[in-house]
């Protein structure tokens, strides 16, 4: 058997040493803050076997190793951090999120905005199906006059998701929770051998600009900004004092009168200057 062939045929038996797994849990938590309890060794493992294949390296330790010479700006951390990031999303995701924004928000919001200009952060952004809903969400908002205009910025510290989001394109057995009204509207479907595939329209994806950005990275680049934020699904991954400074970065990022949605199943999980509104959702000043 060839020498790859039986690094590999390891591989699939090696166990990751305990001493490697503390190594590579509090690495992840350095770059991004996201925590890695003991039950998760076993994923850790599934989701780095691929990085440890592709570099051609026979263990886990190999990798560990590696990882430990390596200089802070090496592009083996990028990969390391997407590896071991959760992506998981979907269109239209907690929808009464949606709702509130349109039916509650933007109606006590429009008459303390004289531009009719909404600003709105999607912080965690995964693949892009979140900014996405919103701008879906957003361009009937603007159909139907109720602002005159917007912008999504939406960020992630995986850029794998990002350049996926970027491309906006998407299976159409994916699409199942977006609306009918929306499919014309806002996809063009493939043609052809790509007939599966549906691609954001560019009217929508003009209103988006996608970034790589680090909840955890101070300082955060934007002050009284955003009229709206969506971070959500992400505090999950987080421990308190994580999430402490990420709502501290999140209120300095935020308008006078903006709104902020978590996930349904987070909570801020103790003292912050967010003012609690409902399940899942804050205000930082008058509008709500
Ligand atoms: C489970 S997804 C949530 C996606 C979307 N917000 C939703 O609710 O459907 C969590 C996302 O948070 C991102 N993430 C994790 N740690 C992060 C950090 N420190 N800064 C920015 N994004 C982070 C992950 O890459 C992942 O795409």
């Known amino acids: 058997m060839s020498s790859s062939a ?43 076997r691929s990085r440890v294949q592709a570099l051609g390296l026979g263990s886990y330790s190999d990798y560990s190793s590696l990882l430990q010479r390596l200089p802070p700006d090496h592009p083996e951390w990028q ?21 509130f924004l349109v039916k509650e928000f933007i109606p006590r919001w429009k008459p303390l905005a004289p531009k009719g200009h909404l ?41 794998g998701v990002l350049h996926r989001a970027k491309k906006g394109i998407y299976h159409k057995t994916a699409l199942s929770q977006v609306p009918q009204t929306f499919h014309k509207s806002s996809f063009t479907p493939g043609s052809g051998d790509i007939s599966h595939l549906m691609k954001v329209q560019s009217d929508l994806k003009q209103n988006i600009d996608f970034r790589q950005y680090n909840l955890t990275q101070t300082p955060c680049p934007w002050t009284d900004e955003f009229d709206v934020i969506f971070c959500r699904n992400v505090f999950i991954y987080f421990s308190k004092d994580v999430i402490a400074g990420v709502l501290d970065t999140l209120y300095r990022a935020a308008a006078k009168d903006a709104v902020l949605f978590i996930g349904h199943s ?21 509008v709500l």
């Open 79 to 99: 990969e390391f951090t997407n590896s071991l990031t959760t992506n998981k999303t979907d269109w239209f995701r907690e929808p009464s999120h949606f709702d």
């Open 266 to 286: 987070e909570s801020l999980q103790g003292a912050s200057k967010w003012r609690y509104i409902g399940p899942s959702i804050y205000s930082k000043g008058r």
């Open 6 to 48: 039986e690094r590999v045929m390891n591989m699939e038996t090696d166990e990751m040493k305990t001493a490697d797994f503390h190594y590579l849990r509090s690495a992840i938590w350095s770059l991004t803050g996201i925590t890695l309890s003991d039950s998760k060794k076993q994923l850790i493992q599934a989701r780095l």
């Open 119 to 159: 600003s709105v952060w999607s912080a965690a952004c995964s693949t892009g199906e979140e900014p996405y809903t919103l701008a879906m969400i957003l361009s009937d908002a603007q159909n139907n006059r109720n602002i005159r205009s917007y912008r999504i910025l939406a960020t992630d510290i995986d850029t």
